[in-house]
């Protein structure tokens, strides 16, 4: 029998400079799970899962299971005000880098759904997922030509934050896609803030505001009837050329058109 020498190098060999353990995790990383406990009371449901995915992708996780607290000595924590189906979700992503399939609600976009896993996220700093469920969220109305509801806006506004990227992504959505009879003949009520956001992004001169213009030469021939440029306000002058809309009556100078 052929005996192996013992002078092999290792399984894996580091380049000149790669820090130690960053060549291949340990045995520790598939063995050591932390125990999550969703759910109120005797209803709770266990979750087992790697310690090391929760504490590299999250600095919630990361602080709470390997810092100075009782949940890192049981390696247990509870979360009583979380759904467990929406904790699913995020599990689903922390294994599979994917939320599959998507979350549909009689053949519509579940946007809901999506907006409390944005909830959840943001709350145990998971950067990552709250950067695929935007991502994730304009593909579905994309390939649905769908937007969120009014009850969806009322999520939106009421329980994330004003600075939160998926805030910017619903307005862009409303203000380019044909919303407009959608906002008109809705029974439900939308936010009142989402309202005056998106008319102010419709008045702004971007690329989704100026596609829904139905837009024409503006020549103002005295100043009784000239207008002031919605994004310089600066006064029209009579007899110079502009740019209008027919539907809303407002205008814009040359220049802030052309930006």
């Known amino acids: ?95 599979m880098g994917a939320i599959k399939p998507a979350p549909f609600k009689d053949g519509k976009p579940a946007y809901y759904t999506l907006l409390h896993l944005y909830i959840l996220a943001d709350r145990l700093c998971f950067e990552g997922l709250r950067n695929h469920i935007v991502d994730m969220m304009a593909d579905l109305a994309d390939s649905t030509n769908s937007v969120l509801t009014p009850s969806d806006t009322r999520i939106l506004y009421n329980e994330i934050d004003e600075g939160a990227k998926i805030r910017q992504l619903v307005l862009d959505l409303f203000a380019f896609k044909k919303t407009d009879k959608l906002l008109a003949t809705h029974t439900d009520t939308w936010h009142a803030k989402f309202l005056r956001d998106l008319c102010v992004r419709l008045k702004k001169p971007c690329a989704q505001a100026m596609q829904r213009h139905r837009l024409r030469g503006f020549l103002p021939l005295s100043w009784h009837t000239t207008r002031s440029c919605e994004n310089c306000r600066a006064v029209l002058p009579p007899r110079i050329g502009a740019v209008g809309c027919d539907e809303c009556c407002c205008a814009w100078c040359i220049r802030c058109y052309e930006e």
């Open 1 to 95: 029998m052929t005996r192996v020498p013992t002078t092999l190098p290792p399984p894996y060999t580091a380049l000149p400079g790669t820090p130690a353990g960053s060549v291949r995790p340990s045995a520790d990383h598939f063995t050591r799970t932390s125990e999550i406990l969703v759910g109120a009371g005797s209803k709770s449901t266990r979750f087992l899962l790697h310690t090391s995915l929760l504490t590299q992708k999250s600095p919630y996780f990361r602080a709470a299971l390997t810092g100075p607290f009782v949940e890192a000595t049981n390696q247990s924590i509870r979360f009583d005000d979380v759904s467990v189906e929406i904790f699913e979700l995020l599990v689903t992503w922390l294994y």
